[in-house]
């Protein structure tokens, strides 16, 4: 069983389309989190979300939308795509937002806007 | 702000070397650091997750070390094998975590 699963694992889209990446932990637990990971291979966190609720959001234009519908899942919608949006994208999740916890990541999804 | 360097940017070494790859932060208030393993085209894979108050941890052959009063931590890697070979990346976390650049290693064989 995936710990951390994402999809989709590739995606390609034309500037200005609105794209989803959907994301899913069953390892139970509360926190979940959204990471870019650019062409330079640098790793920054976009969001973090504690039992559906946003607790951080590192200055991400406001075209990035996350949705938490339940602990187990966060998704990412992105309006308006732009060329440099172009990047993996990348799930993780921890058991609570304490340092005792472990980050899991997910596979990633890659995107690429033309 | 907690910046986090890892040197060598880039390492190559021949099959069976032991190395050694180094990971330092600006803030010492932190709660853990922990150190992934990332292949071309994949996510990350966690090696070894260190506590604040630990000095070390170690998994078969990769043994991490802790100094949070230098803002130091490497992780050693003994009889490195070709399939060592990947991006090394360590984070340190203090309400959120913050990664460095990482280390591409080369094992030859």
């Known amino acids: 069983d995936t710990a951390v699963s994402q999809t989709p694992k590739y995606l390609v889209t034309q500037m200005g389309n609105d794209k989803s990446i959907k994301c899913e932990q069953n390892l139970g637990h509360d926190t979940m989190y959204w990471y870019k990971q650019d062409s330079k291979k640098f790793l920054k966190i976009m969001f973090s979300?504690?039992?559906?609720?946003?607790?951080i959001n590192e200055t991400v234009p406001n075209r990035f939308s996350p949705k938490s519908p339940d602990k187990a899942h966060l998704n990412l919608h992105i309006n308006s795509l732009e060329l440099g949006d172009s990047a993996v994208y990348f799930c993780?999740?921890?058991?609570?937002?304490?340092?005792?916890?472990?980050?899991?990541f997910g596979a990633g999804s890659r995107l690429t806007v033309l | 702000k907690q910046e986090v360097t890892q040197i060598p940017a880039a390492l190559s070494v021949p099959e069976g070397e032991n190395l050694v790859l180094n990971c330092s932060f600006t803030?010492?208030?932190?709660?853990?650091l922990q150190w992934f393993r990332q292949d071309p085209g994949k996510g990350l894979t966690s090696l070894l997750l260190i506590q604040s108050s630990q000095r070390e941890q170690t998994s078969g052959r990769l043994n991490a070390s802790l100094d949070k009063s230098s803002g130091r931590s490497t992780l050693y890697i003994a009889a490195s094998q070709p399939g060592d070979s990947a991006t090394y990346l360590c984070?340190?976390?203090?309400?959120?975590?913050?990664f460095g650049d990482g280390t591409t290693l080369t094992v030859k064989p």
């Open positions: 803030d010492s208030a932190i709660y853990n």
């Open positions: 993780a999740s921890s058991q609570d937002t304490t340092g005792a916890n472990v980050l899991t």
């Open positions: 984070a340190v976390r203090a309400g959120k975590s913050t």
């Open positions: 979300y504690n039992n559906k609720e946003l607790i």
